[in-house]
């Protein structure tokens, strides 16, 4: 899709981009910075577990523009968003800082998703629509289908995106809450990043059919397989299915496939697990430099911007690692805090 440079796609003056079916000039700029930002926070947070100081990281590298094309064709001033652990991108796309982001990896306090008593990135954050989730996988998407179905109840036209990987796709959670979302033609797109590995147990051992998409005619919704290093293609199919949900047809199961560049966690060792072939192929998929090659030939993107780009989200990653690191660790004797209700 050609990008258009038409009004009707411009940025808002509050600072919330307009959504449209198309994709501007800026937009496709403003993907592209959010996906080296997010590159280079991850980057930072594996080298600050290699040096002690960040317990685990689950590195969203290979994700990234899959995730930044999911917000961007939905509505974070008010859809709902169920992410997973593995949401890096998204969570810098509906809000949250690199501050924020680092202050969780560190358990530093003042981190607005749990005070930084929690897991990364888990817990619930009021300043844009995230919902609490857990470790166990799949647990989010039962509670996605509850919130689509308390807004259709309401009649309210938002959208809930729920995330998850091909791992999840094997719990019944997943099937439970897609069958109770197409019988009740909920208003929620179920996206799934699917990387072919369950941390070590290949697509292959998880399921006897080739596409997760194509459970979906067994719940009576459609489902759709994308690149998921394309954020063009994957921007439409989620505007498109996001206009569905609105307009009362019900769930799409969206499968992008992508490519998980580390390993599951920094715990984890995927040679023991992956071939040198596969591994060479998986980096051969990294949807930044394909993005960037895509701006490049349309002329979106030349070598002062791409460098300005690269050049502001190091130096904001440099900003919040000092801060992060100097914040102070919540006290003992607020243990409780964030776990029961307050007066």
């Known amino acids: 899709m050609p990008p258009d440079d038409s009004p009707s796609a ?19 700029l403003e993907m592209y910075r959010v996906m080296a930002l997010s590159r280079t926070l991850d980057e930072r947070v594996w080298l600050l577990n290699r040096q002690g100081k960040a317990a685990i990281v ?15 064709a939905t509505d974070p001033s008010r859809d709902h968003y169920l992410i ?16 924020d982001l680092l202050k969780g990896f560190l358990s530093k306090e003042g981190e607005p998703m749990s005070g930084g008593r929690q897991f990364p990135t888990h817990g619930a ?13 799949g647990t989010q998407l039962p509670q996605a289908a509850g919130v689509a179905l308390a807004d259709k109840m309401r009649g309210e036209p938002n959208v809930t995106v729920v995330y998850f990987g091909d791992g999840a796709a094997s719990q019944g959670d997943c099937h439970e809450a897609m069958n109770f979302a197409g019988i009740h033609r909920l208003p929620i797109i179920f996206f799934c990043e699917n990387n072919r590995y369950a941390i070590s147990v290949p697509l292959s051992k998880q399921m006897a059919v080739e596409n997760i998409a194509a459970r979906a005619a067994g719940y009576g919704f459609p489902g759709v397989t994308l690149d998921g290093t394309d954020p063009i293609g994957v921007y439409e ?7 569905r949900a609105r307009n009362g047809g019900g769930p799409t199961l969206i499968e992008v ?4 560049l580390f390993p599951h966690t920094s ?5 023991r697990y992956r071939s040198a072939e596969d591994l060479r192929q998986m980096r051969s998929r990294d949807p930044l430099p394909t993005f960037e090659a895509q701006l490049r030939k349309a002329g979106i993107l030349d070598d002062a911007t791409h460098d300005r780009i690269w050049s502001e989200a190091k130096r904001l990653v440099n900003e919040a690692t000092e ?16 776990v029961f209700a307050e007066s």
Do not use: W
């Open 10 to 28: 411009a940025t808002a003056t509050s600072g919330q981009r307009v959504r449209s079916s198309k994709l501007t000039r800026p937009d496709l």
């Open 58 to 72: 689950a590195a969203a590298q290979g994700h990234e523009a899959a995730q930044i094309a999911c917000v961007f």
């Open 84 to 99: 997973y652990y593995r949401e890096l991108t998204t969570l810098l796309a509906v809000g949250l800082t690199p501050l």
């Open 125 to 137: 954050c009021r300043n844009v629509d995230l919902f609490s989730f857990s470790n166990v996988v």
């Open 237 to 243: 199919a989620v505007y498109a299915a996001a206009e």
């Open 257 to 260: 496939m992508v490519e998980r």
């Open 267 to 271: 715990d984890d060792d995927h040679t």
């Open 323 to 338: 801060e992060a690191e100097a914040a102070p660790y919540p006290q003992v004797d607020q243990f409780t805090r964030h």
